[in-house]
């Protein structure tokens, strides 16, 4: 089966504090693709990360941070000293191959993440 | 800059009154995809195009066509929109296999109610 879990539901943090979202996924391919999206609340969903099956190397891009743990089957990111303008949905997704070697994204439920003044 | 663009970004149409979105991008992709999204709910694929081929969700209702009659435009078909069908439509595009590991780049939506 596949699936990918964003425990998470809401998370509420006041600005200038790091925040982790956490994503576990399942998946019985060798060769998958994870990503994350950022939907703020205009409804456009931002791509910001993808992340190949073979490439475990944690990534940094400006106050975000990625962790890829194939151990775990965990890619959780990380947030340092959030914005105001980070509030947002964010959903992490997993690509594998279904039987007709079509991809698709199987998306988690998201995580809402409020950060306050 | 390179995108895609939804039109209209918000959409009324009444119980049964067949309705159309429109989606266009010139990132030059060959994948065009069409979401819809509920209040609080993960994107649900409806259907893909990988170039001209099209590819249904098994469970996508019937209500729901899809049209792509060039690279750069895909088009929604509501037949006899419900008020279940309200909700934000999603177009997205990439390069290469469908829903493969190259990322989706989404329009800003049209949100549709159902009156």
């Known amino acids: 089966a596949q699936k990918v879990t964003q425990a998470q539901t809401e998370i509420s943090v006041v600005e200038k504090e790091d925040v982790t979202l956490d994503c576990v996924y399942e998946?019985?391919?060798?060769?998958?693709?994870l990503f994350w999206y950022k939907q703020p609340p205009s409804g456009e969903l931002v791509f910001l990360i993808r992340?190949?099956?073979?490439d475990e190397q944690n990534e940094i891009s400006g106050r975000y941070s990625w962790n890829f743990q194939k151990s775990t089957s965990s890619f959780n990111f990380t947030i340092t000293a959030s914005q105001v303008v980070d509030s947002a949905v964010y959903f992490c997704?997993?690509?594998?191959?279904?039987?007709?070697?079509?991809?698709?994204?199987?998306w988690g439920l998201g995580t809402s993440l409020a950060v306050n003044p | 800059d390179a995108m895609v663009i939804q039109n209209p970004r918000y959409q009324v149409t009444q119980f049964g009154k067949p309705v159309t979105l429109s989606c266009s991008q010139t990132?030059?992709?060959?994948?065009m995809y069409w979401y819809q999204q509920k209040s609080s709910q993960a994107p649900k694929l409806l259907f893909h195009?990988?170039?001209?081929?099209?590819?249904n969700e098994a469970d996508t209702p019937d209500n729901f066509q899809s049209r792509r009659p060039n690279t750069s435009f895909c088009f929604l078909d509501i037949r006899s929109p419900g008020l279940g069908d309200a909700a934000m439509y999603l177009c997205?595009?990439?390069?290469?296999?469908?829903?493969?590991?190259?990322?989706?780049?989404f329009g800003p939506g049209t949100r549709l109610t159902v009156l």
């Open positions: 997205a595009t990439s390069r290469g296999l469908p829903g493969g590991g190259n990322e989706q780049f």
């Open positions: 990132l030059n992709h060959n994948v």
């Open positions: 195009y990988y170039d001209k081929d099209f590819n």
């Open positions: 998946t019985r391919d060798t060769t998958y693709y």
């Open positions: 992340r190949n099956s073979f």
């Open positions: 997704a997993l690509s594998e191959s279904d039987a007709g070697n079509n991809r698709k994204l199987i």
